[in-house]
């Protein structure tokens, strides 16, 4: 595996590199890096494909701008197409999960001509809705603790999740994982409480995770600190006015769906089973794959199935 710096203007991205072929672009999510896909660049590298995975602006060796907007989906949704004008000679297959699942989203919208098919994992497309996603889970949790309300105020969780970066990291992929209590992640709170209150530190930790997987995320995060990828929740507030020309719009590449059947994105809202209907505003939706006993960190937790899943969208295409 070879690693490249991409510039996008003033940012600098890291890419890990392998394979020869079509080109996949992979885009991690919080509070993840381009590591995250290890499985995936080894096994399509393997056949046939060239896999670019980078670390998204603000993580691991990336460029950290501090300002918020800086971290617009427009913003990111750009280092993605500069990754593809670089190594794809302009084309390319996007594969996203968590937060990148809503960047290879609005990357197909925003620069369409420059992606061929995309995956999205755990977060499905969801268009532009009445009124800002923020918004609307203040209405939803009003009176209790919900993590992406709690990460706007400037510091506040940098300041929690920095103290023992160790710690904080075990305890996040856990709560998230299927190996913990269903929802672990939205269990109620209080509306001041922190993000970690009353998640577990297991041991033995799940065999997914090793000590030495775990080691890479922690020398990173210790390195690059937090306020990067949380400014990407802060951003969000900006996204819903600087795209509204995406009104309406759907996703008009060929398009999968692949989640954890424990996933907490599942749950976000009470009563509802938000991987329903994921291919909703996908014109050419190839079908979803939910994987039981799962949780957020899909392509981790199961690589084998998620690879399989992947590969039968490819050899669709």
């Given at each position: 595996m070879d690693f490249v710096s991409v510039r996008n203007g003033p940012i600098e991205l890291n890419v890990a590199l392998a394979g020869n072929g079509p080109l996949i672009v992979c885009v991690h999510g919080f509070p993840e890096l381009w590591y995250s896909w290890r499985h995936q660049i080894e096994y399509f590298a393997a056949r046939g494909y060239s896999v670019a995975a980078l670390d998204v602006r603000g993580y691991g060796k990336s460029s950290s701008p501090h300002e918020i907007p800086d971290y617009t989906l427009r913003c990111i949704a750009s280092d993605v197409a500069a990754v593809i004008d670089h190594l794809g000679k302009g084309k390319?297959?996007?594969?996203?999960?968590?937060?990148?699942?809503?960047?290879?989203?609005?990357?197909?919208?925003?620069?369409p001509d420059k992606v061929a098919a995309v995956a999205g994992l755990s977060v499905p497309f969801f268009p532009r809705g009445a009124a800002p996603f923020l918004e609307?889970?203040?209405?939803?949790?009003?009176?209790?603790?919900?993590?992406?309300?709690?990460?706007?105020?400037?510091?506040?969780?940098?300041?929690?999740?920095?103290?023992?970066?160790?710690?904080?990291?075990?305890?996040?992929?856990?709560?998230?994982?299927?190996?913990a209590p269903l929802n672990k992640w939205l269990e109620p709170k209080p509306a001041n409480a922190k993000l970690l209150d009353g998640f577990i530190d297991p041991a033995p930790y799940p065999t997914?995770?090793?000590?030495?997987?775990?080691?890479?995320?922690?020398?990173?995060?210790?390195?690059?600190?937090?306020r990067g990828p949380i400014n990407r929740y802060r951003a969000q507030v900006l996204d819903y006015s600087d795209l509204a020309e995406l009104a309406g719009k759907k996703i008009t590449q060929p398009s999968c769906f692949i989640a954890g059947e424990r996933d907490l994105v599942r749950s976000f809202v009470p009563g509802t089973d938000l991987f329903a209907n994921p291919g909703i505003a996908c014109a050419d939706f190839r079908g979803a794959t939910i994987l039981p006993g799962i949780g957020h960190w899909v392509q981790q937790e199961a690589p084998i199935e998620t690879n399989n899943a992947l590969a039968t969208f490819l050899c669709g295409l």
């Open positions: 390319a297959i996007l594969f996203g999960h968590d937060w990148g699942a809503p960047i290879v989203w609005h990357t197909c919208l925003l620069h609307i889970m203040k209405t939803i949790y009003k009176g209790r603790f919900f993590y992406q309300i709690y990460f706007q105020p400037e510091g506040v969780a940098e300041a929690e999740l920095e103290r023992d970066v160790g710690s904080s990291l075990r305890k996040m992929y856990f709560a998230a994982s299927g190996d997914w995770m090793s000590a030495n997987d775990l080691k890479v995320y922690i020398d990173a995060f210790k390195s690059s600190g937090f």
